[in-house]
């Protein structure tokens, strides 16, 4: 299920700024086909995750266990994609929604509740230790993550995770779900969903690109988009979006990161289906 919704997310077009079936987004190093080499290394790695949770009678140690595999994944992932980070962020969300769904069917349940509860448990204490600690630290090599933190005080996808990935749990998913019940095609729920997220997230890859003045740009712009329909008002508006996107460099590959999130825990409560089959 977490393989298929890596590759859910990536086909799903037009997508603003990012990889899709229409073009490249605002990238020149990255295509479609790089995105699936990438998900596709990183498919055994998903599922040593949620083997280890499945596997595991408590949570203690799991998620150093899970730091290592991803370790693993990233390296399967440049291998396979020539040295181009295409999945970083999702080894690290989904590597940890997959351990706590295996963890959750033997311990009380995969809802985005025992989901939520899990991953949050899973992260305790990570945005003190890997950022807020390593930032008063003057001998490490910091991240980009840490950076962005050191300089905006944005906690990120590590922030997201400790408190059990709200983003999703409370708006992407909830909205996710509405657009399937509602009959839309799979490619226009992740689309309409994404541009939510844009709205909502203070996605650190927009950041380190463009800084705050792009986050605020892409954030008012997908707002006006939905006041407008999103693409459930067609195409054209989404795609004068993703040109908007690419001239000014904006790449909202946290949201993205998100998305496959969302389609994750979404399939993982329809049994591996989508309400509607056609994309």
């Not at 990438?38 to 899970?66: E, M, N």
């Not at 204490?125 to 962005?148: A, H, I, P, R, Y």
């Not at 990120?156 to 909830?174: C, D, H, I, N």
């Not at 463009?210 to 407008?228: I, N």
Request: glycine letters at 10%; hydrophobic letters at 40%.
């Amino acid at each position: 299920m977490a393989h298929k919704a890596l590759l859910i997310e990536v086909v799903a077009s037009p997508k603003p700024g990012l990889v899709d079936r229409f073009n490249c987004g605002a990238h020149t190093d990255m295509d479609l086909f790089t995105f699936i080499n990438s998900a596709t290394a990183i498919h055994p790695y998903l599922f040593r995750c949620a083997q280890a949770g499945g596997q595991s009678k408590t949570l203690d140690g799991l998620f150093l266990r899970l730091r290592k595999y991803g370790v693993e994944a990233e390296k399967a992932m440049l291998l396979a994609t020539h040295g181009v980070n295409t999945h970083k962020g999702a080894i690290f969300s989904m590597g940890l929604v997959t351990a706590a769904a295996g963890y959750g069917m033997e311990h009380g349940g995969t809802t985005p509740f025992h989901i939520s509860k899990i991953c949050s448990e899973l992260c305790e204490g990570l945005v003190e230790q890997d950022l807020v600690s390593k930032q008063e630290s003057k001998l490490n090599k910091q991240t980009s993550g840490q950076l962005l933190f050191a300089q905006y005080g944005i906690t990120g996808v590590r922030g997201e995770a400790q408190k059990g990935f709200p983003t999703v749990m409370k708006r992407s998913l909830p909205i996710f779900q509405t657009l399937m019940e509602e009959g839309l095609s799979i490619n226009d729920c992740c689309v309409q969903t994404l541009l939510h997220l844009i709205t909502q997230t203070r996605d650190t890859n927009i950041l380190s690109r463009t800084g705050l003045k792009g986050l605020s740009f892409a954030q008012e712009y997908a707002k006006k988009v939905l006041e407008q329909g999103g693409i459930l008002n067609g195409v054209d508006i989404v795609e004068a979006m993703d040109r908007e996107f690419i001239a000014r460099n904006i790449s909202p590959g946290g949201c993205a990161d998100l998305l496959s999130v969302t389609c994750f825990l979404y399939l993982l409560q329809t049994n591996g289906y989508f309400a509607n089959t056609y994309f």
